[in-house]
């Protein structure tokens, strides 16, 4: 599990744990990770990567195929990252962060661990997509595009293990409230995020869950949601014409987050 320490990833975590996994938590806050491993489950692994790093990624994909070899059958890439700005003011350094985080690494940790999933006839990669994946956000230019890759990455993968009991899932939230969201609302991210309700992290759980026990390729977070944005992609053209009318919609509930945050 990357991504481990917070969030989403810790709740998930948690969960595997309750439900006998014994988990490898992964996560690049060594502070955050070594707390979260006393709530995840006294025999949870803990280890500090950043996913940016060629070298760390390289030792933790190491492990994973010699240590773990055997005993890995489920990795759930859920590590994030998000910088908002126009493209036009985001460093370099930025947009590779994003694009390393959320995309490459799990491209790679994929490559990684497929063969011994192949080789036993079993296994499970999940993923944390977004809704991001489906429609562009401006303002958050890359974390679209990493999500967008993300999302094709993993149909493509599902598509070649599809006569096989290796199973794909993405997962793909609207706004759920993590510590991520809240820096997004604050720091002048789309009014997309918050054209619908914000979503909780024990949600976005539920659905990592049904897609353990359905492996459903694409799981929405609420389904509801994915109809108008998927309907949207469908339109890319129109994107722009209504975002003058979504976007006021937007910043209101952007204001209404921001406002309970501050009770």
Same mark, same amino acid.
């Given at each position: 599990?990357?991504?481990?320490? +917070?969030?989403?990833?810790?709740?998930?975590?948690?969960?595997?744990?309750?439900?006998?996994?014994?988990? /490898? $938590?992964?996560?690049?806050?060594?502070?955050?990770?070594?707390?979260?491993?006393?709530?995840?489950?006294?025999?949870?692994?803990?280890?500090?990567?950043?996913?940016?790093?060629?070298?760390?990624?390289?030792?933790?994909?190491?492990? %994973?195929?010699?240590?773990?070899?055997?005993?890995?059958?489920?990795?759930?890439?859920?590590?994030?990252?998000?910088?908002?700005?126009?493209?036009?003011?985001?460093?370099?350094?930025?947009?590779?962060?994003?694009?390393?985080?959320?995309?490459?690494?799990?491209?790679?940790?994929?490559?990684?661990?497929?063969?011994?999933?192949?080789?036993?006839?079993?296994?499970?990669?999940?993923?944390?997509?977004?809704?991001?994946? /489906?429609?562009?956000?401006?303002?958050?230019?890359?974390?679209?595009? +990493?999500?967008?890759?993300?999302?094709?990455?993993?149909? $493509?993968?599902?598509?070649?293990?599809?006569?096989?009991?290796?199973?794909?899932?993405?997962?793909?939230?609207?706004?759920?409230?993590?510590?991520?969201?809240?820096?997004?609302?604050?720091?002048?991210? +789309?009014?997309?995020?918050?054209?619908?309700?914000?979503?909780?992290?024990?949600?976005?759980?539920?659905?990592?869950?049904?897609?353990?026990?359905?492996?459903?390729?694409?799981?929405?977070?609420?389904?509801?949601?994915? %109809?108008?944005?998927?309907?949207?992609? $469908?339109?890319?053209?129109?994107?722009?014409?209504?975002?003058?009318?979504?976007?006021?919609?937007?910043?209101?509930?952007?204001?209404?987050? %921001?406002?309970?945050?501050?009770?």
């Amino acid at each position: 599990m990357t991504g481990a320490a +917070s969030g989403i990833g810790l709740e998930v975590a948690t969960r595997l744990h309750r439900r006998g996994h014994e988990v /490898i $938590a992964v996560d690049r806050n060594a502070v955050q990770l070594q707390a979260a491993t006393s709530r995840i489950g006294g025999d949870t692994v803990a280890i500090d990567c950043d996913l940016a790093d060629p070298a760390q990624l390289a030792l933790l994909i190491g492990e %994973l195929t010699t240590t773990w070899r055997e005993s890995l059958d489920v990795v759930v890439c859920n590590a994030g990252v998000i910088a908002p700005g126009d493209l036009v003011d985001v460093d370099p350094a930025t947009i590779d962060l994003q694009l390393d985080v959320m995309l490459r690494s799990v491209i790679h940790l994929t490559r990684a661990v497929l063969p011994q999933f192949l080789e036993r006839d079993r296994g499970h990669l999940l993923a944390t997509v977004s809704m991001g994946g /489906i429609i562009a956000l401006p303002t958050s230019a890359t974390y679209s595009a +990493s999500k967008a890759g993300l999302r094709a990455f993993l149909a $493509a993968v599902n598509a070649e293990v599809y006569a096989t009991n290796v199973h794909v899932s993405g997962i793909y939230p609207s706004a759920v409230d993590t510590p991520m969201l809240l820096k997004e609302a604050e720091g002048g991210g +789309s009014p997309l995020n918050f054209f619908g309700a914000v979503r909780s992290i024990d949600e976005v759980a539920d659905a990592y869950e049904r897609a353990i026990e359905s492996h459903r390729l694409e799981n929405y977070v609420p389904y509801s949601d994915s %109809l108008t944005t998927r309907l949207l992609n $469908a339109f890319p053209a129109l994107t722009p014409k209504l975002l003058p009318i979504v976007n006021r919609i937007g910043e209101r509930g952007r204001q209404r987050y %921001l406002a309970n945050h501050r009770h």
